[in-house]
């Protein structure tokens, strides 16, 4: 995975204008090709056929939460190494020291600065993929 280009998140939130303000954040301004799911299940679904580089995550989500939701997009093979970041407003550092022992590289807080959202993605990336 050394020095791959990160260019498709997979970003999952169940709130849409959320999705609608992050999704400018990340295509418009970050240049990122975006697959958007509103939940868990539908990321489940989808994952796989978009080959993800990254996984963005909403932790709180009704029916699976985010966690879960990494859990099992890990399971599946091809997607058992694609790095994730959480995106919660639940950023105490045990919470975050949580996300980071079940498989995420970072946590983002929310909310987040729509200008600044896909320097942060970069920059989380860059710092793992040397």
């Given amino acids: ?20 303000v992050a999704s400018i954040a990340l295509e418009a301004v970050g240049g990122f090709e ?9 990321a489940l679904q989808k994952a796989e056929a978009f080959s993800p580089d990254l996984l963005l995550l909403d932790v709180m989500m009704p029916g699976m939460d985010g ?30 020291e ?5 498989g995420a ?5 929310k909310p987040f600065d729509p200008m600044k959202l896909a320097e942060q993605i970069k920059q989380i990336w860059d710092s793992f993929n040397v």
């Fill in 105 to 109: 590289l970072d946590v983002i807080a």
């Fill in 1 to 20: 995975m050394a020095n791959k280009e990160l260019k498709k998140i997979l970003y999952v939130e169940d709130e849409t204008d959320i999705q609608a």
């Fill in 98 to 102: 949580h996300f980071k022992q079940i």
């Fill in 67 to 96: 966690p879960t939701t990494l859990q099992k997009l890990k399971e599946k093979s091809s997607l058992s190494e694609t790095p994730a970041i959480f995106m919660t407003a639940k950023v105490q550092n045990n919470e975050i």
């Fill in 34 to 42: 975006l697959e958007i799911c509103s939940s868990g299940e539908e």
